[in-house]
């Protein structure tokens, strides 16, 4: 079956890094994505990765391992708007997303 | 970027009413959106893919009959809910896909909360 896992929830303190785990295991693999979704509202695309390596835009970066199976999204001088929960979908051979359930970032002064 | 519009933005209605939900591309062609529903606090679920001129392909456990999907158009789907109940209060978002970039992220509108009393 195809599968994505997240932490639940992460805590971190402001100013700081976090970094957000995402392993899978789907048929097939056609690019990663991360998203981000603040409470009530709808998600918002962050990044996109396809080939393994880092992908830096602004705070946040975004790594991938194919043959691990295995992103995380890396984000850096945390500012309290960033508590919001960060999606890991996976689009699969049939370019279909297979969603993570999300991962509730929570940021403390 | 791409931007994908959602009518309305929220909606309360009684038990046994229908209510109907537009998503609209509004700088792009899509052949192809989804429907999906959000309960408080927990993740996405995709409800169904609708492909412009064809009939919409529903994920298991979703009721065809319940939640009727039209995309009439390359720029317009709309979700009816069919005699709404108050389990059938959510989040409904829509998502649409820009056949124009290659890596097909998925655009979303910004949801309809629906509240069924």
């Known amino acids: 079956g195809q599968n994505i896992d997240q932490p639940t929830e992460m805590t971190a303190t402001e100013g700081a890094i976090v970094q957000i785990n995402c392993t899978y295991q789907?048929?097939?693999?056609?690019?990663l994505f991360w998203y981000q979704q603040h409470a009530g509202e709808a998600p918002t695309f962050l990044s996109y990765n396809v080939l393994d390596g880092l992908e830096e835009k602004g705070r946040f970066s975004s790594f991938l391992s194919r043959s691990k199976g295995y992103s995380y999204l890396l984000l850096k001088e945390l500012q309290m708007k960033d508590s919001a929960s960060y999606l890991c979908a996976v689009q699969d051979s049939n370019y279909q997303l297979i969603w993570g359930a999300g991962t509730k970032l929570i940021i403390k002064p | 970027g791409a931007v994908v519009s959602q009518h309305p933005s929220r909606v309360i209605c009684k038990s046994g009413t229908s209510v109907k939900i537009e998503c609209r591309s509004l700088d792009f062609q899509a052949t192809t959106m989804f429907w999906y529903r959000q309960f408080p606090k927990q993740s996405l679920m995709l409800m169904a893919t609708?492909?412009?001129?064809?009939?919409?392909?529903?994920e298991q456990g979703v009721e065809k009959d319940k939640f009727l999907i039209n995309h009439a158009s390359l720029t317009l789907s709309t979700l009816t809910v069919a005699s709404a109940h108050p389990e059938d209060s959510s989040f409904y978002i829509c998502?649409?896909?820009?056949?124009?970039?290659?890596?097909?992220?998925?655009?979303f509108g910004p949801g309809t909360r629906l509240t069924v009393t």
């Open positions: 789907t048929s097939g693999f056609n690019g």
């Open positions: 609708s492909n412009e001129g064809s009939k919409a392909t529903y």
């Open positions: 998502s649409a896909r820009d056949p124009g970039q290659g890596r097909g992220e998925q655009y």
